[in-house]
């Protein structure tokens, strides 16, 4: 870094969104040219992430989870009716009976408020036998969906008597927009220099590695959008052992295994 | 774009919405405005989880700044001035456990506790209030070069605390 030292407080001011004026300018400038300081550059800013990572404070109130999926289901269902009129939807959540009611759920859910917007907008007089109808079939899901969704539903796993916490994780997968969210669970602490890799098991052919990861102190992970091939099924995910660096191919017997349905 | 598993979301919002709300509450020291940037966060997560690359760092780290920048933006009523396909950062701490992040919060206190008030006060203007080096100077009436090696060593400070104990 000798040679970029004139840059090297500059960029800690730039990790900050700090650095302003000339002074920004003429560091952009040389970040386009220079992959040693764009590194240190998201090193500092992981630096800083050390502060905002370490706040504490009071958690946010219930009501902001149901706010968010009540907006996330809302996009949901427009994005649902776009696709009802181009193509068949060929999304299947295929990890675990409730993932996939949840899901199922607050679409259905959201479908169902999208229907009963438009029916009123066709006119008030032909609508409200309709509406009524509606209503009664809101009703009917949200008391399906609420012991799913709702943000004070207790959400219990059974085991059996005296069986300490089992590993888990769980995937979610969307074929066709390669998108594959996994959060685990209960992961066994790894050797020094390893770590556990996600395999995306298709239907005909190798596994495709998905993501390295190593659990925190409570045995926690989550992978977002590893890079995979388009459109790939999944007849299953696996976990093996690998070296911490990840490997293209699995060098070690799989250690977790899921199958979608 | 808009994408996503429903599912997915509530689990992501489970494991992270304590870290992004507490980032955005310090920052901008009003609840509903605080509520305010923790959904946009985690729309913003929903219609684009690509921002995301897991390779570069921990999604906990990354959601830390995104809501950082976005709090301070909020709080300059300004307009978002930083795309968040463009926050890229190295591997940091995820903290997605409470107990875990009460005790990275202790060593970061312990590592500001250990600068001269000066720096330490430097380093949350810049970080927490979203103050430019030029204004931080201004208000503590010294040098800029000042204030640019004080938040530089004050990062990196914090950089060694963590690299040294894991």
Request: hydrophobic share 40%.
């Amino acid at each position: 870094m000798t040679e970029h030292e004139q840059f090297a407080e500059d960029l800690a001011l730039h990790a900050l969104n700090a650095l302003e004026g000339e002074d920004r300018a003429n560091l952009e400038k040389h970040l386009a040219t220079c992959s040693a300081c764009r590194i240190e550059l998201e090193q500092l800013r992981g630096d800083g992430a050390l502060l905002a990572l370490s706040t504490l404070g009071p958690k946010p109130p219930l009501r902001s989870r149901q706010r968010l999926l009540d907006a996330v289901a809302k996009e949901s269902a427009t994005e649902l009716t776009s696709r009802a009129r181009s193509a068949p939807d060929t999304r299947r959540s295929w990890w675990g009976v409730l993932g996939w009611a949840a899901t199922a759920a607050v679409i259905v859910f959201a479908a169902s408020l999208w229907k009963e917007n438009s029916a009123l907008k066709q006119g008030l007089a032909s609508a409200s036998a309709e509406a009524a109808q509606t209503t009664r079939e809101l009703d009917d899901l949200r008391r399906i969906a609420a012991p799913i969704i709702a943000p004070e539903a207790q959400r219990v796993t059974l085991v059996a008597v005296k069986t300490p916490p089992q590993p888990q994780g769980k995937a979610f997968y969307l074929r066709d927009r390669s998108n594959l969210v996994f959060v685990a669970n209960n992961m066994p602490a790894l050797p020094p220099q390893k770590a556990y890799e996600l395999w995306l098991i298709p239907t005909q052919g190798a596994p495709i590695p998905a993501g390295v990861f190593k659990p925190d102190a409570h045995g926690s992970a989550t992978i977002v959008n590893p890079p995979l091939p388009a459109g790939m099924e999944a007849k299953a995910f696996a976990i093996t052992v690998e070296n911490e660096a990840g490997s293209p191919t699995p060098t070690s017997p799989v250690v977790m295994i899921g199958t979608g349905e | 774009m808009k994408s996503g598993d429903q599912s997915a979301m509530a689990e992501l919002y489970d494991r992270y919405s304590s870290v992004v709300y507490a980032v955005a509450l310090r920052v901008l020291g009003d609840t509903g405005a605080a509520e305010d940037v923790l959904q946009e966060v985690f729309l913003q997560l929903w219609r684009n989880p690509g921002a995301f690359d897991s390779a570069r760092g921990s999604l906990g780290a990354w959601l830390a700044v995104i809501t950082r920048n976005r709090a301070i933006d909020s709080l300059r009523r300004r307009r978002p001035e930083t795309d968040i396909e463009d926050v890229i950062l190295s591997v940091a701490p995820d903290l997605a456990v409470e107990a875990d992040r009460s005790r990275a919060a202790e060593k970061v206190r312990g590592v500001l506790g250990t600068m001269p008030p000066r720096q330490r006060s430097a380093l949350e203007m810049a970080y927490f209030e979203g103050m430019s080096h030029s204004e931080i100077a201004t208000k503590t009436g010294e040098p800029l070069g000042t204030i640019k090696t004080r938040i530089r060593t004050g990062l990196i400070a914090l950089r060694k605390a963590f690299q040294s104990s894991g």
